[in-house]
């Protein structure tokens, strides 16, 4: 089955700063790549997501870059500011079209 | 997109007793899912939850354990049964909507005492 990765676990950053979070895959037919944040005490919500068909898709400060040869891709935001604090997780949907989440990954926006 | 919702947002249960999470989605989904995430860590999927058929178990989780229900495209029951404290987690319905974008509910913090 599918297996994504997510690196790094944890990432600080100075509000104003980007913040740059990446995940590898392993199932070359994957072909759908969301992204999510999760604040403490919510469930997970869908912030950007990219096709295999397309390298990058931007949302005002959220960006997402898809690398198929490769089999990774990134979430980019800019400006970061405190509300952006939250634990992020990548997923992937394979062959068998279920979502497979990376590990997460906590981002702290240092006011 | 989908706005989710569960019931109960939380509970307290002792062991060896039963557990059943609503779970309305305010729109119709083609697929609707039922997750574990335990504290700090990703979300497992239990399982798919068909409609007017019996849900499919990822493996690691059984119908027993995990009854699931969908009668109709919007609604969807998870029952935790015979808890022990090892099923303490948040449990969270998720939806899937046009284009494979998936939603999730504010998930269902249950403690085992």
């Known amino acids: 089955g599918e297996n994504v990765e997510q690196h790094p676990s944890t990432l600080s950053v100075q509000e104003g700063d980007s913040a740059v979070i990446k995940c590898t895959y392993s199932?070359?037919?994957?072909?759908?790549f969301p992204w999510y944040k999760q604040e403490l005490g919510k469930g997970p919500q869908l912030i950007i997501d990219i096709r295999s068909n397309v390298g990058e898709k931007k949302d005002q400060r959220i960006a997402v870059t898809l690398n198929k040869t490769a089999k990774h891709f990134s979430l980019h935001i800019t400006e970061t500011q405190p509300e952006d604090s939250a634990v992020y997780f990548c997923?992937?949907?394979?062959?068998?079209?279920?979502?497979?989440f990376g590990k997460g990954n906590q981002v702290v926006v240092i006011p | 997109s989908a706005v989710i919702s569960q019931k109960p947002s939380r509970d307290i249960c002792q062991r060896g007793t039963s557990l059943t999470i609503q779970c309305q989605v305010d729109s119709q989904v083609t697929m609707m899912f039922w997750y574990r995430q335990q504290p700090g860590q990703s979300l497992t999927l239990i399982a798919t939850?068909?409609?007017?058929?019996?849900?499919?178990?990822e493996s690691g989780f059984v119908i027993d354990k995990f009854p699931i229900s969908r009668p109709n495209l919007t609604f969807s029951t998870l029952t935790v049964s015979n808890m022990s404290p090892e099923d303490s987690s948040i449990y969270l319905c998720?939806?899937?909507?046009?284009?494979?974008?998936?939603?999730f509910g504010p998930g269902t913090r249950l403690t085992v005492l």
């Open positions: 998720s939806g899937e909507a046009n284009y494979n974008e998936q939603f």
């Open positions: 997923a992937a949907r394979s062959g068998n079209n279920r979502l497979a």
């Open positions: 939850a068909n409609q007017g058929s019996e849900a499919t178990y």
């Open positions: 199932d070359s037919a994957s072909n759908y």
